[in-house]
């Protein structure tokens, strides 16, 4: 009995020490929708829909990398600690309409059990958004 409890107490040690970064490391199904200013006028974006995967770097950062569906590739990095995630500041596309823009974007968000939510912003001189959200679940 004793040296059961020993091997228990030893393989919840090691569970403990699992970082929250390699909790999260994986592939996801992710959708990002919500509203955009262009100018005067508030638009609502196209639903995206995609694959993020979370690539460990450290036991506080990943890489994040987005393959769109039916569209590009894009990457940034995180820092994760305890259950809150903060993307920084990455560069994309983003086609509203018939006209293709440049956004900054970057967001911070919560990780749930197998889902990860986070609100995004996207920024440059023709396109404001501050009410996009990216939910991301785990396949």
């Known amino acids: 009995m004793k040296r059961f409890i020993i091997i228990l107490v030893s393989a919840l040690a090691l569970?403990?020490?699992?970082d929250q970064v390699s909790r999260?490391?994986?592939t996801y199904a992710y959708k990002i929708s919500g509203n955009v200013t262009l100018g005067e006028n508030e638009r609502s974006l196209p639903v995206?829909?995609?694959s993020m995967e979370v690539i460990r770097l450290s036991a506080d950062s990943a890489l994040l990398t987005f393959n769109v569906l039916r569209g590009g590739v894009y990457t940034t990095y995180a820092k994760i600690e305890e259950k809150e995630i903060v993307l920084?500041?990455?560069?994309?596309?983003?086609?509203?309409?018939l006209k293709e823009y440049t956004v900054m974007?970057?967001?911070?968000?919560t990780i749930y059990d197998g889902t990860i939510v986070?609100?995004?912003n996207y920024d440059s001189a023709d396109v404001l958004g501050e009410?996009?959200?990216l939910l991301c679940k785990k396949n």
């Open 15 to 18: 569970v403990s020490c699992e």
């Open 24 to 26: 999260v490391s994986g």
């Open 48 to 50: 995206e829909e995609g």
């Open 88 to 97: 920084e500041p990455y560069t994309r596309s983003l086609t509203i309409g």
């Open 105 to 109: 974007a970057s967001g911070e968000g």
């Open 118 to 120: 986070i609100d995004l």
């Open 131 to 133: 009410d996009i959200t």
